[in-house]
């Protein structure tokens, strides 16, 4: 799966949001360690902007952007031969970056996802509010036509309950219980029962507070 599959498994912007915020919420009930976790989300990153990321400690990474004009998508596998430090140039590979509108330019500009002014991306798309569908860069792919949008963007794309489950149990070495992960999936209110379920060290008093920091409802 390139970033052209990927435009085809991502919801709309508001649905994909959502299940942002679920994953953080998620990762805040099975792991008390931040530096631990894979999934973050932050509703206040900056003035009306939210973003969510995942890190896996190793160099890979992506962050969503929801921004007033929509949602802009970056994906950075450091492996990947389009990545600015496989490139010739040391640059983005081409195509990847070229089509961003101007309303996206912040966010492919940001220092935060960028290594000295390089932006870090080996997988990009975005969508405005006005449109129906996701839109990526015509990319000329290396041979093995790998940008890492295949296994970064899981379980985020597949969007399932299931998918989230199959991560969790294999990255926390444990069991997760699918009904409670269905229960954050619906972003329904969190309980002392639904909290036990997936870690049966935490109390919801004790982790409320970190949740409603991923943007979880509080109701």
């Known amino acids: 799966m390139t970033v ?3 435009a085809q498994h991502l919801p709309p912007i508001d649905q994909l949001r959502a299940r942002c915020i679920a994953l953080a919420a998620l ?41 007033p004009a ?24 081409p ?23 390089v932006p870090s991306v080996t997988v990009c798309l975005w969508r405005e509010h006005t449109d129906d569908r996701w839109h990526h860069g015509e990319i000329d792919f290396p041979g093995d036509g790998d940008d890492g949008a295949d296994w970064l963007f899981s ?3 597949d969007g399932t309950p299931e998918a989230f489950q199959e991560f969790a149990q294999d990255y926390y ?7 409670a992960v269905r229960h954050v999936y ?24 970190e949740v409603l920091r991923t943007g979880y409802p509080a109701r």
């Open 186 to 209: 619906a972003l329904r209110p969190l309980t002392d029962e639904v909290v036990g379920k997936l870690n049966s060290e935490a109390t919801l008093s004790g982790v409320i507070e």
């Open 4 to 6: 052209y599959d990927l």
């Open 95 to 117: 195509g990847v970056l070229d089509r961003v509108p101007a309303v996206f330019q912040p966010c492919v500009d940001e220092p935060a996802f960028a290594d000295e002014g």
């Open 155 to 157: 379980p985020l794309a």
């Open 173 to 179: 070495e444990t069991s997760v219980d699918l009904a």
């Open 27 to 67: 990762d805040v009930l099975l792991s008390p360690d931040r530096d631990d976790r894979y999934h973050d989300h932050d509703p206040a990153w900056s003035p009306g902007t939210e973003v969510s990321v995942k890190r896996n400690g190793g160099g890979d990474e992506y962050s969503i952007a929801f921004t």
């Open 70 to 93: 929509g949602a802009f998508v970056r994906g950075f596998d450091h492996e990947s031969p389009m990545s600015p430090y496989a490139t010739d140039d040391g640059q983005p590979w």
